[in-house]
């Protein structure tokens, strides 16, 4: 009995090992539109979309998504997917996030917009792929760009002074 249960842990060590280091590459992320989606009297709500390129040879399952979202150095808002979804092999997929900020966050976003036409941003956050329990794997993920003032973001701007 002794002599079966070595090579059995060592069997069971080598499988865990093997998949753990079955990591994904991470998913290239970029924020492809923002919208404030609504507004009540503490704060505000946006609709981020992203679009996402798997460029593993394999499909991901995309369990969840949890983002910060800064805009000119500034942490604007926290958010995260409502929903999986599923991105194909070398492929691109779509989803949205639903982000929440303060009025506070969006009156000092506001004053270091005057004069811009465009904003940096920055997505600070994680993916969650696979399957449940220990078939899931987090892969953090940073992504920064440029987005236009133009369109919905354009209500973030002050009125000009005359």
Request: contains cysteine.
């Amino acid at each position: 009995m002794k002599r079966l249960r070595l090579p059995l842990v060592v069997i069971v060590l080598a499988l865990f090992t093997a998949c753990a280091s079955v990591r994904p590459v991470p998913p290239e992320v970029q924020l492809s539109g923002l919208e404030i989606s609504d507004m009540s009297l503490t704060h505000a709500n946006f609709l981020a979309n992203l679009r996402l390129f798997n460029p593993n040879n394999t499909g991901l399952n995309v369990r969840g998504m949890l983002f910060s979202l800064y805009l000119n150095d500034i942490r604007i808002a926290n958010g995260q997917s409502a929903k999986a979804f599923a991105i194909p092999a070398e492929a691109y997929g779509d989803a949205a996030v639903r982000l929440s900020t303060s009025y506070l966050n969006l009156l000092q976003l506001s004053r270091s917009l005057q004069g811009q036409k465009e904003t940096t941003y920055r997505l600070k956050g994680e993916v969650h792929v696979g399957g449940w329990g220990l078939l899931t794997s987090t892969i953090p993920i940073e992504r920064e760009g440029t987005l236009s003032l133009s369109g919905a973001l354009d209500q973030l701007l002050p009125a000009p002074t005359q």
